[in-house]
């Protein structure tokens, strides 16, 4: 089974801080994707990136960024956080429209 | 740009009931069309699918869904509901094989009722 990975799935951050969420995927997909999710609102596409060292934005990019480095390692980045950044980020990687999605990081801004 | 409209933010249904959960979309061409799960406290599980061909399609769970071009409708179905249904189910649309990136809907939250 393809296997997407989300290094943590609660997180308590406070204003300000730099934040690092971590998506590993194990079956070499080239397409990679961060959403977040929240009531009310469905998922929102934030970045994603289609090859090592490639990125887009999505519909809602502002306030965060994306690393890309390594094919199976795709990081959410948010440079400075905030309250309104409180959210649950789902990772996924697929092939063919194959989503895979992570179990996702309920991040909560303090 | 495409967009998905899920025009029922919450649905009540009575177990062994018929299930219509709907779905409108936008965009111009013929579009990719997803329908996903989410249970409590779970991750997204893909129901079905279309990207061409016959417009009634299985999924699993004894789901279907229904492409009507006419309509830009891509409605759920299900015959007979089950407790373990009780979900948030989105719909979702994609554009292009080559980004392989989904607009979602707003989602519909289903409740079971004995």
């Known amino acids: 089974d393809v296997k997407v990975t989300q290094s943590s799935r609660y997180l308590v951050k406070r204003t300000g801080e730099k934040v690092f969420l971590e998506c590993v995927q194990d079956?070499?997909?080239?397409?990679m994707f961060w959403y977040r999710q929240d009531p009310g609102l469905g998922l929102r596409l934030i970045y994603f990136?289609?090859?090592?060292?490639?990125?887009e934005k999505g519909d809602i990019p502002e306030g965060y960024s994306v690393s890309r480095e390594k094919k199976e390692r795709f990081s959410l980045i948010l440079e400075s956080a905030s309250t309104n950044q409180t959210s649950m980020y789902l990772c996924?990687?697929?092939?063919?429209?194959?989503?895979?999605f992570g179990s996702g990081t309920r991040l909560t801004v303090v | 740009a495409q967009s998905v409209t899920q025009p029922d933010i919450h649905i009540t249904v009575s177990e062994g009931a018929s299930l219509e959960l709907r779905c409108n979309y936008s965009?111009?061409?013929?579009?990719?069309l997803f329908w996903y799960v989410q249970s409590p406290g779970q991750g997204l599980q893909l129901l079905l699918k279309?990207?061409?061909?016959?417009?009634l399609v299985q999924g699993i769970k004894g789901f279907e869904a229904e492409f009507k071009r006419s309509q830009s409708s891509f409605n759920l179905r299900k015959p007979s509901v089950h407790w373990s249904d009780a979900a948030e189910y989105f719909c979702?649309?994609?554009?292009?094989?080559?980004?392989?990136?989904?607009?979602f809907g707003t989602g519909t939250r289903l409740t079971i009722i004995p």
């Open positions: 996924a990687s697929t092939t063919n429209y194959g989503y895979t």
């Open positions: 079956m070499d997909h080239e397409n």
């Open positions: 990136s289609y090859d090592v060292k490639m990125k």
């Open positions: 965009y111009g061409a013929t579009p990719y």
């Open positions: 279309y990207f061409s061909g016959d417009t």
């Open positions: 979702a649309v994609g554009d292009d094989f080559g980004n392989e990136k989904l607009t």
